[in-house]
């Protein structure tokens, strides 16, 4: 399917829902996003728990819940369900093209992901953080902002 056609639906409208939506919407990528929040609000579609009305070959859905054991819950449900799951990587960020960065994380304004590293699934790689070589990032893993993990660590 083209990627015009499609919709991004963010569980969670508080500051990390929208600096997902602004790295979305400075991709391109998607006609429409669209927030679920249980607390409702402005331009709020429904509770987190209307996902499943959501689920079709047009959207994916990313739960931008700054609790990691939260944000990783909800990967693992969503994928459960069959959702599709985004990798969203700001423009200005760089990735090794020998990196292997899993769906569900979110590279942020001028990170750095360097040569033979693995992000899995779930993380959030802050603004200016810089991840060197061979390093390995485990599953729903905030790096702050500005952090630099030296080469060949694990962080699980």
């Known amino acids: 399917m083209n990627m015009e056609r499609k919709r991004l639906l963010i569980l969670g409208s508080g500051g990390y829902g929208r600096v997902v939506e602004d790295i979305a919407s400075q991709l391109g990528r998607y006609a429409k996003i669209l927030f679920l929040d249980d607390a409702g609000g402005e331009e709020v579609c429904g509770a987190c728990s209307d996902y499943p009305d959501y689920i079709d070959d047009c959207t994916e859905i990313y739960p931008a819940f700054g609790n ?8 693992e449900k969503l994928t ?74 694990h962080i699980p």
Do not use: F, M
């Open 68 to 75: 990691n054991e939260l944000r990783k819950q909800w990967l």
């Open 80 to 153: 459960e369900v069959g959702a599709e799951i985004p990798l969203l990587i700001h423009p200005t960020a760089y990735v090794s093209p020998t990196a292997q960065v899993k769906r569900g994380t979110i590279v942020l304004p001028k990170a750095v992901v360097n040569s033979y590293t693995v992000v899995e699934q779930g993380c959030i790689l802050n603004i200016g953080c810089i991840i060197d070589h061979n390093c390995v990032i485990g599953a729903g893993v905030h790096v702050c902002p500005g952090v630099v993990i030296k080469a060949d660590n």
